[in-house]
């Protein structure tokens, strides 16, 4: 582990996808980098590529060109499951329906052999604990929740394994205007807690704002824009940030209030 090289690195990265007549450019040559313990921000218009990038970082999409490094190493070439995890954007369809919460928390434990028996069951307590559940909450199924709480268990599921990196694609977008601020004030104590670094997916330039310290605007399969987030905001270069800004007008995230900003 090298502290002074980015955690994650992407160069130069290109994913087109093959239709029936002509092929999609969905990622156009991205190239950004995260330090360890920041958030950075990936925002962007439905169809901009930024959903298609998350996925190509946890190994979900398969690059057509360019490099992914994690840890400065490519991660074609090293297995790193347990070092990187990923929160969805839908926490029900995420979840099996048909196991229990602590099976579903107690799965990657299990796979990658780090805990059984008793040690399990405690962790995984621990676990449900850690995101606001209670020990109960693991006899339970899915479809007995709402959409926070499952989220939630996604969370749980996530940071089982210790993570380094947690990518996150749009984890709010599918919740209650009223249940997304709890669920981000979670994943910052959480980042806080944890020591997580963090790839954060929105189409809410108002929640990064609030959320993020650096932020990439995509448009097109592009980064047309990208810095820390409060020079961003404040002096706004391209006009596809300044229509996200005029989009969120106004409006600020905070305890009381959360604010929606659909495109």
């Keep these: 582990m090298d502290k002074k090289n980015p955690l994650l690195e992407i160069r130069d990265l290109k994913i087109t996808f093959p239709p029936k007549k002509s092929p999609v450019f969905a990622v156009r040559g991205v190239s950004l980098s995260i330090e360890r313990g920041k958030t950075l921000g990936i925002v962007g218009q439905s169809g901009s590529g930024k959903s298609t990038l998350a996925r190509a970082v946890m190994q979900l999409v398969q690059p057509t060109k360019g490099e992914i490094l994690f840890d400065g190493i490519s991660i074609g070439t090293q297995s790193i499951k347990k070092r990187m995890q990923m929160v969805f954007q839908d926490p029900g369809g995420s979840l099996n329906p048909y196991a229990k919460v602590r099976s579903i928390i107690s799965e990657?434990?299990?796979?990658?052999?780090?805990?059984?028996?008793?040690?399990?069951?405690?962790?995984?307590?621990?676990?449900?604990?850690?995101?606001?559940?209670?020990?109960?909450?693991?006899?339970?199924?899915?479809?007995?929740?709402?959409?926070?709480?499952?989220?939630?268990?996604?969370i749980a599921r996530a940071i089982a394994l210790k993570p380094e990196l947690l990518v996150c694609d749009e984890p709010t977008s599918a919740l209650d205007v009223s249940v997304q601020a709890k669920i981000l004030n979670l994943l910052s104590d959480l980042r806080d807690e944890l020591d997580l670094t963090i790839l954060f997916i929105s189409h809410d330039l108002a929640v990064v704002h609030h959320f993020c310290d650096h932020v990439a605007l995509m448009h097109e399969g592009k980064i047309v824009e990208q810095g820390p987030v409060e020079d961003v905001i404040h002096n706004p270069n391209h006009c596809v940030t300044k229509e996200l800004m005029a989009a969120c007008q106004g409006r600020s995230l905070n305890s009381s209030d959360s604010p929606s900003c659909m495109l």
């Design 108 to 154: 990657p434990l299990l796979v990658h052999k780090i805990a059984k028996g008793v040690e399990l069951q405690n962790r995984v307590t621990t676990l449900l604990q850690q995101v606001g559940l209670q020990e109960g909450d693991g006899e339970k199924y899915p479809h007995e929740f709402s959409g926070g709480q499952k989220q939630r268990i996604a």
